[in-house]
């Protein structure tokens, strides 16, 4: 946890925890509302979604209050980063926010006098953070079975993937059109002739990329995600102390499959496949970073690289999930 205000849950991590979120968040009680944090939450991206409809289909969030709010992505900027992006642990950011203005922040204004007047009247959301964070760690300690799911991080996969796809797809579209404008003399024609102008050179043609490697991998993820949400739901409670250990131990450490021990291109610190800050964007998050900036930059070599990197990391994490789901089975 980071800064917090007045406001709305903010939740960000590994997909795999946003079953495990949503089931906390509907036992604490906003209290400003009286409702629990993630209708409220839920509430105020529905309003959103109204007014600023996503591009992307697979972004818009459900009115159903059975299906899970998504967590969003993380990338860096608080204590999380080590663990995620080094160490591949199973990462969560918790805050409230929304309704507290951020403008005296790092300056002579961030005061003890203006968080307890402006930031949070009464403390109400840093109480309402410490039953969030208290229920995670509670549920966490005391879980016979670790808490997690996949088939929600198996989602988010496969739609990162669809949206490199897409990109790269786009970016061979409009580099042929805009060639085939700077071949015709279209930029110069369409410039004012009292003035300087210098046309834009023409840019190598995109190549195609064979993405099936991901696809492979996110189909199998996909399918092992299912089998293990299921068997979790059918054998779960029958598992004797051993076969919870055995579980336990196959889930703990599953997140280090997402590792490449060689990092990311230029800064091999960061080793997570999945989850990154992008190397422009600060703070921001990059999903399957080394394929994403790869296809971004145009460095196709590199793309196709990481494309069978994050491939094997992705079926290193499918097998995980099929020997926890072996162990399942075997117990019922």
């Not at 796809?165 to 404008?181: G, I, P, S, V």
């Not at 369409?190 to 834009?200: G, H, I, N």
């Amino acid at each position: 946890s980071d800064s917090n205000g007045r406001g709305f849950l903010y939740a960000g991590g590994s997909g795999a925890l946003e079953t495990f979120v949503n089931q906390i968040g509907k036992h604490v009680t906003d209290p400003e509302t009286g409702v629990s944090v993630i209708a409220r939450r839920r509430a105020a991206a529905l309003v959103r979604q109204l007014e600023h409809p996503p591009k992307n289909p697979a972004d818009r969030i459900s009115a159903n209050p059975d299906k899970p709010m998504p967590l969003y992505a993380l990338g860096s900027g608080s204590d999380y980063a080590s663990f995620l992006d080094h160490f591949g642990l199973a990462t969560l950011s918790l805050g409230f926010g929304g309704e507290t203005e951020g403008t005296q922040y790092h300056s002579r204004y961030d005061s003890w006098y203006w968080y307890s007047h402006f930031g949070d009247p009464g403390f109400q959301y840093g109480v309402a953070l410490a039953k969030v964070a208290g229920h995670a760690v509670l549920r966490f300690a005391d879980a016979p079975i670790l808490p997690y799911r996949f088939g929600n991080f198996a989602r988010d996969i496969s739609n990162y993937v669809k949206e490199i796809e897409k990109l790269h797809a786009t970016m061979q579209k409009m580099t042929r059109r805009k060639n085939a404008l700077i071949e015709a003399d279209a930029f110069e024609l369409a410039s004012d002739p009292t003035k300087t102008y210098v046309p834009p050179e023409p840019k190598p043609a995109v190549p195609d990329v064979d993405f099936s490697p991901l696809e492979k991998a996110v189909a199998r993820l996909e399918s092992a995600a299912r089998a293990y949400d299921k068997a979790f739901a059918e054998h779960g409670d029958s598992l004797d102390a051993g076969a919870r250990e055995k579980l336990n131990s196959t889930l703990l450490t599953i997140g280090r499959e997402l590792l490449y021990e060689d990092g990311l291109p230029r800064r091999g610190w960061f080793r997570n496949m999945v989850y990154a800050p992008g190397y422009y964007t600060g703070y921001g998050v990059k999903t399957l970073p080394g394929v994403r900036e790869a296809v971004e930059h145009r460095d196709w070599d590199t793309a196709k690289k990481y494309i069978d990197i994050v491939a094997a990391a992705l079926d290193d994490y499918s097998a995980r999930i099929e020997k926890a789901t072996a162990i399942l089975t075997a117990a019922g």
